[in-house]
């Protein structure tokens, strides 16, 4: 079964707003194994199943159908398979063409994949659906210390590599970006989150998500009894957010997805998590909540 589904609203670069679909399907554990996932809960043992992916998709579309009181197909469908999409393991073949038919009514396909799984697959794929492909990719920090020991096995070449790829072929790239990464001094987070932010844009990415590291996996709580952690804040991920917001070539937006666990003063954290939704679809600063209680602009 797929696990979840969530229609939202998402700026594009340009300023037009989609409908954006995502739906987060079950199959094959990625076979990296970076320090800060926690994407395995998502997975099965063993490959995925052939023809699972394309039943969940179908029984959510369906569903979809059902309650749609507008009976309009969204802009663009997300499919996130908590692995890599061109992945035979992952996502086989035969998926790879159910899919492909059951997204041809959407106008914008992202699916995502590490960097070292872009390639041939991916342009049969393009091929394959009417649709804008969009290949969704981590870069999660560009701090060289923090970088070599997430265990992700991505050097900053081959990200380059694979976003150059993409461009040569007209498919665009969407980066997530941590906020929070291991090893990085907690003094310097907000610095390397923006500077990986603009890495990317730099390299063409047209979305860019941050997002915060979330602690659970047991490896998360390790680093931290080590000294090497230490969970990001709200106040952290707003910064971020509004100072990405001068990469204007990118939409940048901050990762709300469990947004309640993020340490944050309880007074304004709702009123904070607000505007961070009203920035993620409009693009535009605003100025910050100011509380009385901690005292944090
Ligand atoms: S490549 Fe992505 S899905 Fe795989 S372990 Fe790393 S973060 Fe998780
Ligand atoms: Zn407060």
Same mark, same amino acid.
């Given at each position: ?47 995925? /199943?052939?023809? &699972? ?7 959510? +579309?369906?569903?979809? !159908?059902?309650? $749609? *009181? ?73 701090? /060289?210390?923090? &970088? ?7 050097? +900053?070449?081959?990200? !380059?590599?694979? $976003? *150059? ?89 901050? !990762? ?42």
């Amino acid at each position: 079964m797929a696990h979840g589904s969530v229609l939202e609203d998402e700026r594009r670069p340009g300023g037009k707003v989609e409908r954006a679909l995502t739906v987060f399907l079950t199959g094959a554990e990625c076979p990296f194994t970076c320090s800060f996932c926690d994407l395995w809960q998502w997975t099965l043992d063993g490959p995925t /199943p052939p023809g &699972a992916l394309t039943r969940q998709l179908e029984s959510v +579309l369906e569903a979809r !159908d059902g309650q $749609a *009181r507008d009976g309009q197909t969204p802009d663009r469908l997300k499919l996130y398979n908590a692995s890599n999409f061109f992945d035979q393991r992952a996502v086989p073949s035969e998926d790879v063409l159910g899919i492909a038919k059951l997204a041809a009514p959407f106008a914008a396909i992202t699916v995502e994949s590490h960097a070292n799984t872009i390639g041939a697959k991916t342009l049969e794929f393009a091929r394959q659906i009417p649709g804008q492909l969009e290949v969704a990719v981590g870069l999660e920090t560009i701090h /060289p210390a923090a &970088a070599a020991q997430l265990n992700k096995r991505l050097d +900053l070449a081959r990200f !380059d590599t694979a $976003a *150059r790829f993409l461009s040569d072929n007209g498919i665009d790239l969407r980066v997530f970006v941590l906020l929070g990464a291991p090893y990085v001094p907690v003094d310097e987070t907000v610095g390397w989150t923006v500077r990986a932010v603009e890495y990317a844009v730099e390299r063409g990415a047209s979305v860019v998500s941050i997002i915060p590291v979330r602690g659970g996996n047991g490896e998360m709580e390790r680093l931290q009894g080590l000294g090497h952690f230490t969970p990001p804040t709200l106040l952290q991920l707003e910064e971020s957010l509004d100072l990405s917001l001068q990469f204007t070539k990118a939409v940048v937006t901050a !990762d709300l997805w469990d947004v309640d666990r993020l340490p944050a003063c309880e007074h304004c954290r709702a009123e904070r998590v607000e505007r961070l939704r009203r920035v993620n679809v409009s693009g535009r600063s605003e100025s910050r909540v100011s509380c009385g209680s901690c005292g944090a602009e």
